[in-house]
């Protein structure tokens, strides 16, 4: 199972975590369902830079509404047929 691990520190809970976990989880609701886990996590030393997300062991900071949709598709759809050939 990945994991999607958002920042909610009050810097990232400032700049947009809630919405970013809202529309992390309104996808996984729709592709990911348990293959997806969405967790909070605390502060991740980069309040400068926005709303830090962790997919698995990688960082995306600055993440925006916009950014959502994009991570989600780089991470878990375009790679859907390969995990499925696998198990």
Known sequence: MKTIKVCVGSSCFLRGASEVIDL?????????QGKVKLAGMFC????????????DEEIFSG????????????????NKRGEEKEE
Do not use: P
């Open 24 to 32: 992390f989880q309104s996808l996984i609701d729709k592709h990911g």
């Open 44 to 55: 991740q030393e980069k309040c400068t830079k926005g709303v830090t997300v962790f997919v």
């Open 63 to 78: 993440v925006g509404r916009e950014d959502v949709a994009k991570i989600f598709q780089k991470k878990f759809l375009d």
